[in-house]
């Protein structure tokens, strides 16, 4: 087994204004090489990402920010006739948008957690403006009504896999069928694309991402324990 370390994680670093690392372990009897390893990080916060959960004692330094879940589709073929005209390609940030962005990280352990979150909206902000510009995503579909946004997904192309970065409905147009009309645009976008794996990260906690992944075709890949470790 490769030795277990702390892996400095720059960006986050620098964006929360915190010593911020990352360690990985895979099964739950690992915490043990955390807990010895512990006494040499010098840092202020460790991702502790555990493949297995933890039957630790937790407190306000040390909790279980996220159980993330990553849901997977093969896309075998295009979704009967997507023709609907409200979809479209969108290189323009709106307030809309933004709100729309705020919502779809609704569960992240970057709101979540008290220590972070006051950089929640700056967060968010930024995904959205490099999805917007090309950076982190490589196409953007909005679902416009009366020339609002009031749906959006991101996604990006990784070879011959994709997978969705930001997604959100306005509450008002919950359940109409609109996020489905969206994966549905994804998926025909994918195939086209000649994509065979859609990817999306979720939280366990988001009851109705999950329900709404399943319900459009999606299976679990993997569940990652994701701990906020901050040294006292
Ligand atoms: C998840 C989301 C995109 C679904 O969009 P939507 O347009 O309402 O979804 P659709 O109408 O196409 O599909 C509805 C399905 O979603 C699920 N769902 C929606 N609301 C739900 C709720 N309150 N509780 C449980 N499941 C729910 C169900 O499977 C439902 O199917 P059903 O009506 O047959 O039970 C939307 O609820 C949303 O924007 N949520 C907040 C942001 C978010 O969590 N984004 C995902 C980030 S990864």
New binding site residues.
């Given amino acids: 087994m490769d030795k277990q370390e702390f892996l400095s994680l720059i960006w986050d670093s620098e964006f929360f204004n915190k010593k911020i690392s990352r360690f990985n372990i895979n099964k739950a009897t690992e915490i043990e090489n955390f807990y010895s390893s512990i006494s040499r990080f010098n840092g202020d916060l460790v991702y502790l990402f555990s493949k297995e959960k933890l039957a630790i004692q937790l407190n306000a330094h040390f909790f279980l920010a996220d159980k993330k879940v990553v849901f997977r589709k093969k896309i075998v073929s295009e979704q009967e006739l997507f023709n609907d005209n409200h979809v479209e390609s969108s290189t323009t940030l709106t307030k809309e948008l933004l709100e729309?962005a705020f919502?779809?990280?609704?569960?992240s352990r970057f709101k979540l957690d008290n220590s972070l979150n006051s950089k929640f909206n700056e967060l968010y902000r930024i995904w959205l403006e490099k999805s917007i510009n090309r950076e982190l995503a490589s196409e953007v579909f909005v679902y416009k009504i009366e020339q609002k946004e009031i749906?959006f997904v991101t996604i990006k192309k990784n070879g011959d896999s994709a997978s969705?970065g930001?997604?959100?409905?306005?509450?008002s147009?919950?359940?109409?069928?609109?996020?489905?009309?969206?994966?549905s645009a994804i998926e025909n976008w994918c195939f086209k694309n000649n994509i065979s794996t859609l990817d999306?990260?979720?939280?366990l906690d988001?009851?109705?991402?999950?329900?709404?992944?399943?319900?459009?075709g999606f299976d679990i890949k993997e569940v990652d324990y994701i701990y906020h470790y901050y040294r006292k």
């Avoid at 919502?103 to 569960?107: A, E, F, N, R």
């Avoid at 930001?166 to 509450?171: E, F, G, K, Y």
């Fill in positions: 729309l919502l779809s990280g609704h569960h749906a969705i930001l997604l959100a409905v306005n509450s147009y919950h359940g109409k069928n609109i996020g489905s009309l969206l994966i999306v990260a979720t939280q988001n009851i109705q991402a999950c329900n709404f992944y399943k319900k459009n």
